[in-house]
């Protein structure tokens, strides 16, 4: 199946869906502005609950309130594991079942009466939660090379980026797709995730998807392959010429890099994973900080912010590994 016309006519999946506003007021007066700040985190894997355990603790542990929060392909969206699953995946999954946790942070099971997720998933998004363990920010992904490539395609209705679950906090956005972030210009935020040299059915993306990008003035572009890692002359590369975005944020590699071409800075995210000492990967997450005026700034994070959290204390709720072993 390739991408429908939506989502290669530029003008047409540009939207400004109110749900993904800061839940505050913008103000482009740096003096009153409240600064918007946005998580982004590398591939995921369907690491969710750390993932989003993470997020719970950069807020608290840096005071902030974090609007937003960008994933940059490899989320783990599964739907549906026992139907569609890549073969590697499938073998990951053996040993890790983190790497199919996708539905239980996504759908009801009536294990959970019906109409509740699991209770850690619960207790990080649930509207209802108690504010000590609830995220508010919506996590916006893009596709990888390991995500559900026959339910992907569907997901552009109800506008950019199209939600993908029962609390409508996990939402897609697809090749080819922007969106603004922020209050009035705000930041333009482009993606284009798969591979280069990918299947745009399953793993890659097509030329329309990479045109439908071409000559925007985007702020921020998102892809799944690091656009340095590939061949002088790639389409990767030439829509970072055609865009000149402040920064391109990508994955797929599971180590962290940076580089400065001319003024695009390009950030390479590891995986967001727990090491052997149970800390979380530094290099995995990032915090995009935005004063409503002048270019964000982008801050990984290191060592410092790991070890602050030994021996897994980085997980919000108690419980998961009986929980993981109940599947
Ligand atoms: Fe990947």
Redesign the pocket.
Known sequence: MVWSGVACDSAAVEHQNPNIEPRWNMSTDPDRAEPLHIVVLG?VHGRLHLAWSLVKRIEAHYRIKVAHVLQV??LGFWPRPAEVLDRATRRHAAKDPEEISFPEWSQPDRRWGGTRLSPRAEALLAPAAPRGTRVDADLIFIK???DDWERLPGLTSGGLPSPVDHYERHRFLPNGGTMRLGDGEGILVGALGGLEHGDPARDGFSNAEAEALAGRRLDLLLT?EPPPRTPPGSRLRRVVESTSPRFVLS??LHWHERDLWGEVEFVTLSDVRLNERGEVNAGCAGILTWRGVGVPSFEVLGDDFAGAFPGRSILVYPGDDALAATR
């Open positions: 591939d392909g490899d990888g090379n390991h799944h994955g797929h």
